[in-house]
């Protein structure tokens, strides 16, 4: 009877309604459910994430909310998530309450991503345990709880000095005030509110982040800390889980037998995310740069990204002879598949916490151009503690491409970096191997909520 009990705990995923925060929240998911756990996950109607065959096992709720799609597009991701939350806050206790009441008192413990705070009013009202999970790294996660803290007169003021750009952070080396995670989504008042929100673990029991020790431990160390919870690292997700993509848009796989016909380590993949937007003068910087490079280059352009066009139409005739030699263009790419590929020797990206993630568990270098976000925080790692990067900062110039490209694919820096990018791919693997410390953590996170008994 008690197996049978054990067997029917309930964990509730409330992820944020954006590809990044999606799909390590569904990786997620995936352990947990190959840990015993039955898996409801409670979306808003933004969420295009489905009871697909990959999560027939999962239990999926919608949420209404009075925000409209071009609610979303008017205020930008940051103002939105703000107005969200205290909208959903009275429809996810009714979630709740319908949950308990239908399923009965089996609910292990709700799993909320760190930007849907109005998660723990209803956790809080039913005195469920609840954790926080945040989908970027451990060092943007600090980052956000110093920049809270700080004042936000000082804190805008600093922000707008073009001289403190290039200075370090105070207590945050080696990221300077130009690395801080700032958006472009957004001003700095509204961004220093909702870091307030987001670093305030309220009533959590603890706290998971999908990062390694091997990657983070100084800021694992730190917010563990200062925040006085358990902090477990169980990344990287998408190892860790085994679990598929869960892509919000379609995938363009005949990019891998393309692939098939190139040499080992020759390949540029681009991609630059599921937000990023580019200027017809940078995408044409671009184009020249990777064809002066001599490189062949796969080049994800998601449709959407160019302003005022809905994919490459509103470029000029000069971009298609640019790429169409060495280049092959999709909408989406299946990204794993394509970072596994022998003939990938780079990957450009935007550097959100997904695609670090998944380049460097593959073992290979990147160009980092990062927007928004802990973006920066990412690339900075990437090319000055990991050395696996190079980060282009600044006007984008095909000079600095064609330089950045030849780097990492052609010259003896790229070799290094490639050796780099290998020995922490291992590394990583390892940390996920039994009794290693992400294995261990999930362990230990499993056991407390598996077998705590609810009041």
């Known amino acids: ?128 345990p609840s954790v926080v999970f945040s989908t970027t790294s451990a060092t943007a996660f600090v980052c956000r709880c110093v920049l809270a803290r700080v004042n936000a007169e000082s804190f805008i003021k600093d922000m707008k000095d073009l001289e403190a750009q290039d200075k370090v952070f105070p207590g945050l080396h080696p990221l300077r005030y130009k690395d801080l995670p700032t958006s472009v989504f957004g001003s700095l008042e509204s961004l220093h509110k909702m870091y307030c929100e987001v670093s305030n673990v309220r009533t959590a029991s603890a706290v998971i982040i999908n990062t390694a020790s091997c990657l983070e431990s100084s800021s694992l160390a730190w917010l563990q800390r200062e925040l006085q919870l358990p902090v477990y690292p169980i990344g990287p997700l998408h190892i860790a889980a085994s679990a598929p993509c869960s892509s919000l848009l379609e995938e363009d796989r005949s990019c891998i037998e393309w692939l098939d016909k190139k040499k080992p380590s020759s390949v540029v993949y681009i991609s630059l995310g599921s937000l990023a937007l580019m200027e017809t003068k940078d995408m044409l910087e671009m184009a020249w740069g990777l064809s002066n490079s001599n ?73 980092c151009r990062p927007f928004t976000g802990d973006q920066r925080v990412n690339a900075r790692y990437l090319e000055s503690v990991w050395r696996i990067g190079v980060l282009l900062e600044g006007e984008l110039e095909k000079e600095t491409v064609e330089r950045a490209v030849k780097m990492l694919i052609v010259d003896k820096e790229g070799e290094d970096m490639r050796k780099r990018a290998i020995d922490l791919k291992e590394k990583l693997e390892a940390s996920l191997g039994s009794g290693d410390l992400s294995c261990s953590s999930l362990d230990e996170l499993v056991n407390f909520y598996k077998y705590k008994i609810l009041k």
């Open 295 to 367: 490189q062949p280059f796969l080049w994800a352009i998601r449709p959407g990204s160019i302003p005022i066009s809905e994919w490459t139409e509103s470029l000029p005739e000069e971009f298609s002879k640019l790429v169409s030699e060495r280049g092959y263009i999709v909408k989406w790419a299946p990204q794993m598949e394509v970072l596994r590929h022998p003939s990938v020797g780079a990957f450009w990206s935007h550097c959100g916490w997904n695609s670090t993630l998944e380049s460097i568990g593959e073992g290979v270098p990147m160009i």
């Open 1 to 128: 009877m008690e197996a049978k009990r054990v067997k029917k705990r309930r964990i509730v995923l409330v992820p944020v309604p954006a590809q990044g925060h999606v799909t390590p929240m569904m990786h997620l998911g995936k352990a947990l459910y190959a840990k015993g756990f039955s898996i409801t996950v409670v979306l808003t109607q933004y969420n295009r994430v489905s009871s697909s065959k990959d999560f027939s096992d999962f239990h999926f709720l919608t949420i209404p909310c009075s925000l409209t799609e071009s609610d979303l597009h008017t205020l930008g991701p940051l103002k939105f998530l703000m107005k969200l939350n205290p909208i959903c806050e009275s429809s996810f206790k009714n979630c709740l309450s319908n949950l308990l009441e239908e399923q009965g008192n089996d609910i292990a413990c709700v799993v909320y991503d760190e930007y849907m705070y109005f998660s723990q009013a209803a956790v809080k009202e039913f005195q469920l």
